[in-house]
């Protein structure tokens, strides 16, 4: 009766750390989950070719007039094939944007620019045919729907302009899918680590006893 008892509690005592340690996964992942998606952050994918090795720069005004602080770079490498280039932007509502896709002379084509959040959720594909030259730009078109570009001789900073709502700013609407797909792997790693901590106390008790 005795080995009964404690063979009895012992798993009334597991099954009690099961409960708490998925308590407090869910309180922590809950709470996690929905500070993340309160964040808006959006990156921009640009599927480009270049005829030379160069840097793209894209300059994003968040209501301090465009700079060099408030801007991110990706390499360009001179191909035949195209290449994703992806440009996150801060957590904030960004009044405009200017596109520098080389630094160099030279020309490029640009297949795709699509605006994705952070669950990689397409929010919107800039139609090509709205972008427009801004400096440098000697020659631009639309061929076989990709926007080929070429440079003025010996530039060094052509612009582009792209057309996106301004301010461009993405409230993150909460929905399951998205939910379950941030916070599922992280409430398997904490449930694990709070019922393994549970456990380890417990059995470390019950030695000292």
Known sequence: ????????????????????AIFIALVFVIIDAFQECKVTQLFLNVNMKSSVDSVAQLYYDLGNGLN?????????????????????????????IRFDPINT????????????????????????QTIKPLHQISSIGIEDDILVVKTQVNANDPMLHLDLPYPMFHTMKY?????????????????TLSFAAMLFAFFDRKKCI
């Open 1 to 20: 009766m005795k080995l009964l008892s404690f063979h009895s509690a012992t798993i009334a005592k597991a099954w009690n750390s099961i409960l708490v």
């Open 68 to 96: 060099e602080k408030d801007s991110t770079r990706c390499r360009v490498y001179r191909s035949e094939g195209f290449q994703v280039l992806k440009f996150y932007f801060p957590n904030k509502p960004v009044q405009y």
């Open 105 to 128: 002379e030279g020309s490029f084509s640009l297949k795709e620019i699509q605006l994705f959040d952070k669950f990689n959720r397409l929010i919107r594909t800039i139609d090509l």
């Open 175 to 191: 929905n399951f899918a998205a939910f379950f797909d941030h916070a599922h792997k992280k409430f398997i790693i904490v449930f």
